[in-house]
């Protein structure tokens, strides 16, 4: 992903535009991008300092020093402000975006051809307040920014009408933080008539009664929960804040309200073994959700889990694209193994949707999780770094049966 960063960069510049970037990775490594073709990187809740980088460019005045800003000067070196992140405290009260300056056909045809319906994403919040030792948050840190429950139903309204959009995919790192916001959120979508169907990304404790029939009445379609493991002491290693009994009953709110529910898992987290593994497989089995994604885990700088297993990354510390998937630092198993779980386990929920179970889509699965079986003892790291936590129960990590792991065909 950064190769297609750099290639547009040079691409603009070499039409003579001046090349601005934020976002996450750019805020972590600003050298690298300003080595590779861009102008200016803006660290932290950057709108404000764009317009006024943008209005000293226009105005063809010397750039002054902006909060958040890195560059390269005429010697090469590298200039920061002395605000390494700049701050938007109003961000919440920012006027709709100008999607009139953008012309939609070529992301409608995309989206339509691809997927049979026309997609767009927005935003109600910005940033997330809960402490998962794995996440990084280099933009907002820990604040949260709420928009007002109409201007986001007007978002929709005028998404709905005026662009034609027939699905909506909520951007937010955790929709539905606040019970009562999303009551009123609700009333407004039906006030103004501006329900269309979304998706967002919550957690699974926020899923209470009232707040999922709340998202029920406003469109929503499908939640996907940050489950991460169905291993209570894998949950409590991340520090996550989150029990497995919370999930089980979002499931059945969600399943109950007509709801998809969603799972996001990752596999290789320091401490998870072949015992933790096999219980979220179970786990997956038992709350069957209705999709899947699965990651690895990925250490990223300034979380705690980077500093556990930094002396361990070797050159390689990013992955090149979003298939890249590969484990980085010393997990218990290797790459191959955690993709071999990885694919047998998409393909066992992917075929809980299919009505006609074929004898061959069984005996695809089947071979898949033999596959598994068959790597889990050779792919073993007897190296791998596991940090000191005190499990809740002792369990013995030996394999379970075939009629154990491969997928159920019936019930």
């Known amino acids: 992903m950064r190769d297609v960063a750099w290639k547009i960069a040079h691409a603009a510049r070499a039409m003579g ?18 080595e590779n073709g861009f102008d200016y990187v803006l660290c932290g809740e950057a709108e404000e300092s764009l317009v006024r980088l943008c209005r000293s460019i226009l105005d063809a005045e010397e ?9 390269l000067d005429e010697s090469g070196c590298l200039v920061r402000s002395s605000q390494r992140l700049s701050k938007n405290p109003a961000w919440s009260q920012l006027p709709l975006p100008a999607r009139d300056l953008i012309d939609m056909e070529p992301y409608r045809k995309a989206w339509v051809d691809a997927h049979g319906y026309f997609s767009t994403n927005m935003v109600s919040s910005r940033g997330c307040p809960y402490r998962c030792n794995w996440c990084a948050k280099p933009i907002s840190g820990n604040k949260f920014h709420l928009r007002s429950a109409s201007a986001v139903a007007e978002e929709m309204k005028f998404l709905k009408d005026s662009a034609g959009v027939q699905h909506i995919w909520f951007g937010d790192d955790v929709f539905a933080l606040d019970r009562h916001w999303v009551q009123q959120f609700a009333a407004e979508v039906k006030k103004t008539d ?9 957690r699974a404790d926020l899923m209470c009664e009232t707040t999922v029939q709340s998202l029920k009445a406003a469109g929503c379609a499908e939640v996907w929960m940050g489950v991460e493991s169905g291993s209570q002491a ?3 290693a991340m520090e996550k804040g989150l029990t497995l009994s919370s999930v089980r009953t979002a ?26 593994l096999q219980e979220t497989i179970a786990f997956v089995r038992e709350t069957r959700p209705d999709d899947v994604g699965i990651s690895f885990s990925y250490p990223l700088p300034g979380t705690v889990f980077y500093e556990r297993v930094q002396e361990q990354l070797g050159q390689k510390r990013n992955w090149t694209d979003s298939d890249d998937l590969c484990i980085m630092f010393t997990a218990a198993y290797t790459t191959d193994f955690y993709r071999a779980v990885r694919d ?22 089947v071979n898949m999780w033999e596959r598994v079986i068959h790597l889990e003892p050779v792919s073993r790291n007897p190296d791998a770094f596991a940090p000191p936590v005190k499990h809740a129960h002792v369990q013995n990590s030996a394999f379970v049966s075939i009629a154990q792991l491969v997928p159920a065909t019936e019930g």
């Open 251 to 276: 499931r059945r709110l969600l399943r109950e309200a007509g709801i998809r529910a969603c799972f996001f898992l990752q596999f290789g987290y320091p401490g998870e073994t072949w015992t933790e």
């Open 234 to 236: 894998v949950l409590n």
């Open 194 to 202: 501006a329900s269309v169907p979304f998706k967002i990304q919550s």
């Open 17 to 34: 535009a001046i090349t601005v970037v934020h976002g996450s990775d750019s805020t972590d490594n600003p050298l690298l991008f300003l």
């Open 344 to 365: 047998a386990l998409h393909a066992e929920v992917d075929s809980w949707r299919v009505h006609d179970f074929s004898r061959e889509t069984e005996a695809q699965i």
């Open 63 to 71: 750039v002054p020093e902006i909060d958040g800003m890195v560059r």
